[in-house]
């Protein structure tokens, strides 16, 4: 709180009646390879159909490779409930509200990187769901230095909707909506 302070970002004491979310893409020009989602598009359309209708808000698409730090803080203590692969994305938790959600997902090769996340958003009273994404065929023909830094994924989009469920699920309980609240 007082590194938020000191960047004079004040959060609200209450978590608001609809949650800000935010999906993380590594799908950057400056990424070359490693962690990207390769069906993101159809990942994120369906996200952004099933937040709409639960919250009455759009998702928020953001790639943290074209923010200043300053500017990535800013949005993370703002969101609520946060998708996103695995890396430096998901350390944003330590801004978020307690109540909140962080849900992340790994490529197969980095399913012990789950937990890696898991405490420090418990630390900072977030709630982190994890799940481990499809491999991206086109990694079985590359030569990768580093399997589980630079696979890319697919995500599956039910699974990821579920998620998506737990999370609301979560926030409505956290904010005193309820979980049978639709709005």
Not at 85 to 107: K, N
Not at 117 to 144: N, W
Request: one cysteine or more.
């Amino acid at each position: 709180e007082r590194v938020l302070r000191s960047l004079s970002i004040v959060r609200p004491l209450a978590l608001p009646r609809t949650p800000k979310c935010i999906f993380v893409s590594r799908n950057h020009p400056s990424v070359i390879r490693g962690r990207k989602i390769t069906n993101e598009a159809e990942v994120v359309e369906a996200l952004n159909r099933t937040i709409l209708a639960a919250t009455g808000a759009p998702l928020v698409y953001v790639q943290f490779e074209s923010m200043t730090y300053f500017d990535q803080i800013r949005l993370a203590s703002t969101a609520h409930i946060m998708f996103s692969p695995h890396g430096g994305g998901v350390a944003q938790c330590i801004w978020m509200a307690p109540g909140s959600v962080m849900v992340e997902f790994v490529a197969p090769v980095g399913k012990t990187l789950l937990n890696m996340y898991r405490a420090m958003c418990g630390k900072s009273r977030v709630a982190h769901i994890g799940f481990v994404a499809e491999p991206d065929p086109a990694d079985k023909t590359q030569q990768l230095a580093n399997p589980r830094l630079f696979s890319n994924m697919v995500v599956p989009v039910s699974t990821l909707l579920a998620a998506a469920q737990r999370a609301l699920v979560h926030y409505r309980e956290k904010s005193g909506r309820g979980v049978d609240a639709a709005s």
